[in-house]
C-alpha cells in the first residue's frame, strides 16, 4: 500500500547528462516514483506548460503538454538555461511556485549553494546522487500534494460561498417584493397615529 501512495508522486528530472538522466531516472523508480526526463530548462518549462516566453504556450491545447508534477529535481550546470535559471522560473510562475525544486550538482560551491536555497530550492544535493538522497525527497513531495489539496479545497469553499451569497441575495430580493406586493409592511395596513391625535384622547 506504501508503494502505491508513492507512485502517486511525479518526479521531473532535468539534466543535460544522459548518464546523470539515466541514474536519476533508476533511482527515482527504485523508490516507486513515476519519473519524466528532459535534458534541458526549456524544456522542462515547455512540459509544465510554461514556455519560453509567455504566449508560447498554444491557448487552443492548454493542458496538451502540461502535466501534474509533485517534485522538480534539476542539475546546476546546464547549457542555456542552469538549474538556478529555471528554479527561478518556477517560483516567479503563479500557477507553479508550490512545486518543490531540488538543485543537484557535481561542484561544491558553498555560494552558490546558498544561492539557490535562498532561492527557494528545497535542497541541493551534491552528485553522484545516492538512494539514500531520494528518501530525503518524499517530505517534500508529500508538502506539495497537501498544499496542492488545500489549494482545491479552497477553491471549492470560495466557489460553495459565492454560490451561497448569490443564492440568498436572490431569495431576499424576493421575499422583500412578496411583502411590498402583499401589503404584508405593517406601516401600509395599520393606521398611524401622529402626535396630534394622541393630543386629543
Known amino acids: 500500500m506504501g508503494v502505491d501512495r ?5 518526479v521531473l528530472a532535468v539534466d543535460d547528462s544522459l548518464i546523470d538522466r539515466k541514474l536519476i531516472e533508476r533511482l527515482l523508480r527504485t ?3 513515476q519519473v519524466t526526463t528532459v535534458d534541458s530548462g526549456s524544456k522542462a518549462l515547455e512540459l509544465l506548460g510554461l514556455g519560453e516566453e509567455p504566449g508560447l504556450s498554444s491557448p487552443a491545447s492548454p493542458d496538451k ?4 508534477v509533485n517534485l522538480i529535481i534539476t542539475d546546476y550546470c546546464m547549457p542555456g538555461m542552469t538549474g538556478y535559471d529555471l528554479l527561478k522560473r518556477i517560483k516567479g510562475s ?3 511556485k508550490g512545486i518543490p525544486v531540488v538543485i543537484m550538482s557535481s561542484e561544491n560551491v558553498p555560494s552558490r549553494i546558498n544561492r539557490c536555497l535562498e532561492g527557494g530550492a528545497e535542497e541541493f544535493f551534491l552528485k553522484p546522487i545516492q ?3 531520494m528518501t530525503r525527497l518524499r517530505p517534500y513531495m508529500q508538502k506539495g500534494k ?9 477553491q471549492q469553499q470560495q466557489l460553495q460561498e459565492k454560490n451561497i451569497t448569490s443564492g440568498s441575495s436572490n431569495s431576499n430580493s424576493n ?4 411583502m411590498e406586493d402583499g401589503g404584508i409592511f405593517p406601516e401600509k395596513t395599520r393606521p398611524r397615529l401622529s402626535s396630534s ?5
Open 175 to 178: 421575499k422583500r417584493k412578496a
Open 146 to 154: 497537501v498544499k496542492e489539496q488545500q489549494q482545491s479545497q479552497q
Open 94 to 96: 503563479s500557477s507553479l
Open 65 to 68: 503538454n502540461e502535466i501534474e
Open 197 to 201: 391625535s394622541l393630543a386629543s384622547v
Open 6 to 10: 508513492e507512485a502517486e508522486f511525479h
Open 131 to 133: 538512494l539514500s538522497d
Open 31 to 33: 523508490s516507486s516514483y
